[in-house]
Each structure stands twice: as C-alpha cells, then as structure tokens.
C-alpha cells in the first residue's frame, strides 16, 4: 500500500483538495490520509461538510490576527509530530498558501517525497501576489513531484531545471470540484438571490479581496462598477464582500444604497458556484476564479495588475483590466455593447481541463512508486 497524506487548511485548498482526497480513497493500493491545519478554520470546515471528508488529523491552528510566520512556525511544529506517526510515502499540498509551504519543508525535513498539485503557477513578482508567489516558488524546490494544470505551467517548471519525468499535466482539479456542485435548480439560502431576474437582467458577480488592491486600487474599482450599473439599465451586480473590514469600508462608500447592486454576506463554495453559473459575467481579483468562470461559459475580467494565469488570457477566456478606474469601465463596457466581444470570450475553449485531474493525479502517484 502507497500511503499518501493530503495536507490542507484553507477553503481554496479544500475546494480543489477535495475531488483529489475522493479519487484517493476510490483508487486501488493507496491508502489516504487527511490532515488540515485549518489555518481557516470556519471556512475550511464548511467545504469538508460539503465535500463529506472526514480529517484524520486536525492541528487546528487559527488564532485570530495571526501572522504568517505564526502560522507557518505552527503548522511546522505541528506536523512534526503527525508525520512521524503516520510515515507516509508521500504527502499531497496544493498551491500557494502558508499551510502548502510548511507542510511541503516539513516532509522535506522528515525524509518524505512531496507531490504539489496546482505547480508551476508564475507571476515572477515576489510581491505580487503576496506571499503567494514565493511559496508555490519555494514547494517547487521541494517537490518531487508537480502536477501542472496547463502546459504553461509545464514550461514554467521546465525552465527551473525541473525534470521534465517528474512533472505531469493535468489539468485544474477546480473543475473536478466544480461539476460536482453545480444543480440547474439549485435554491440560494441567502434569498436576494433567489428573486433575482437571471433571464431578464445581466447579472455581474464580483469578488475583490486581495491584499495588494486595499487603498486607491479598491477605491478605483468600485468606482467603476458604480458607474457601469448606473449606465445600463439592464445590469445587477452580486458581491458577496470579504470580512476585511477595509474592503467593506470601501465597498459601503461607493456601491451602497442602489437597488440593483446587492452587498451581501461571503457565501459558501456550492452557492457562490451556482451563482457563477447563473450571471452574465464576471469581475474579480481572485486566481482560482479565473479558472471557474471559463469553465461555466462566463468572460472573466480580472481586477489585478497581473496574473499566474496567462494561458486564461491566450485562450481569451480572461481579460486583464487592472485597477485602472477608466479601462475596467471600458472593458466591462465593451462587453455588455458589443455580442460579438462577448461571445468570443465566452465560446472560447477553457484551458483548464476537462474535470478528470484528479484522476490524472491518482495514476501519476501510482506510475512513480511502481517504478521506484
């Protein structure tokens, strides 16, 4: 038997974790094991309700305000002890965040073979994002295996001296996720959304969060979007806004009070999904969204000066709008005037897989240990 430890602790890792966890315990001579750190606690706990996962170990190690090297010294501490108990063949990390990095230097300091799943992502600003883009750097130097989304991802590796025998292509395991919990009749608990005219009216979805936005570049977009809804009669927008009391700050000032932009409380994956499914396209400075839109047929404009995602804007599924006040409002406006713009992007092929990564992974795990 391969036994094989997933290590997670945030909703986004939980999200495309889960289908990778699934397809681990469905596949023959591995045995899996689940340990978070819930360096997010509420929100990680939500998904593996959703997802039925049932963790083997829990370090539960969210405290409020924390640091990120709190969070990464408690995560290494605690693992110790986990690994050693437990002596896997391999662990499992995805991404970027402080959980993926810590586990990833931990197995490397127990002697344990590191798989990353979601490698080879790139923005080549060691502050853009923040502190995502040195992680997902450092658990490259870490990994003995990388299982790449795109092809893309694939050369990025390539061309940091990694084996191209240790690298496989998978696809994103989002799309996995994503299948699986979208319902043509899905009802929303929170019921603004259920009286919303979908058919009739062009509803925008928005997320903006990043630490590198707050201040002028939050206040930019806002801005904007204020302005596209008062100019098109026919357009809703539905943000669901982050805890950050300064994004909601911000959100209060510019986009409170009209009846056809709804504020409203984060939402939990299942719904935020069906709701991707549902509106007319998408505005947001989140990654993992920038692969989900296009696999549900929706133009993604992305509120970020850059992103690890470039394949997204080759295959025209994505357009980089930036914090820029005055080309976002062109953007957005050019696809609400122009059919001819959106459909391009919205027919364009996603580059992102076709929901069987998991699979993928299962039998790349399975291939490298048979031929140790």
């Not at 289908?19 to 929100?43: F, N, Y």
């Not at 056809?260 to 549902?278: F, G």
């Amino acid at each position: 038997m391969i036994k094989v430890m997933s290590i997670f602790g945030t909703r986004p890792e939980a999200i495309k974790m889960a289908p990778v966890v699934k397809a681990l315990e469905r596949a023959e001579g591995i045995e899996s094991v689940v340990c978070v750190t819930a360096q997010h606690r509420e929100m990680l706990d939500q998904v593996l309700t959703l997802f039925d996962i049932q963790p083997d170990h829990d370090l539960n190690i969210m405290k409020s305000g924390q640091s990120l090297s709190e969070i990464t010294a408690r995560v290494l501490l605690g693992l110790e002890a986990v690994m050693k108990e437990e002596k896997p063949d391999l662990v499992l990390v995805h991404g970027d965040t402080s959980t993926t990095f810590s586990a990833a230097l931990a197995a490397f300091y127990n002697g344990i073979k590191v798989g990353h799943v979601e490698a080879g992502l790139r923005s080549y600003d060691k502050l853009s994002p923040f502190p995502e883009e040195i992680n997902r750097s450092l658990v490259g130097r870490l990994a003995d295996l990388h299982f790449a989304p795109t092809q893309g991802n694939y050369k990025n590796l390539i061309s940091e001296h990694i084996k191209k025998e240790a690298i496989c292509i998978t696809g994103n395991t989002v799309i996995d996720a994503l299948y699986d919990v979208i319902e043509e009749t899905y009802t929303f608990e929170q019921d603004v959304l259920n009286h919303i005219d979908y058919a009739n009216r062009r509803v925008i979805f928005m997320t903006a969060h990043r630490r590198e936005n707050l201040g002028e570049p939050m206040e930019n977009i806002f801005s904007a979007v204020r302005h596209i809804v008062d100019h098109n009669e026919d357009v809703e927008v539905v943000f669901p806004m982050h805890l950050n009391p300064k994004v909601r700050e911000v959100a209060y000032k510019h986009l409170e009070g009209h009846n056809r932009i709804h504020l409203i409380d984060p939402l939990e994956y299942k719904p935020s999904a069906n709701l991707m499914k549902r509106c007319y396209l998408i505005l947001t400075d989140s990654g993992g969204i920038q692969e989900e839109g296009p696999s549900l047929g929706k133009p993604v404009v992305v509120l970020r000066r850059e992103t690890e995602r470039p394949e997204a804007v080759e295959a025209g599924t994505v357009r980089m709008a930036g914090v820029d006040r005055n080309r976002i409002i062109d953007i957005v406006q050019t696809l609400l005037s122009d059919y001819s713009a959106y459909e391009a992007m919205a027919g364009a092929v996603n580059p992102y897989g076709d929901g069987t990564a998991s699979e993928q992974i299962v039998q790349a795990i399975q291939r490298f240990f048979d031929g140790m």
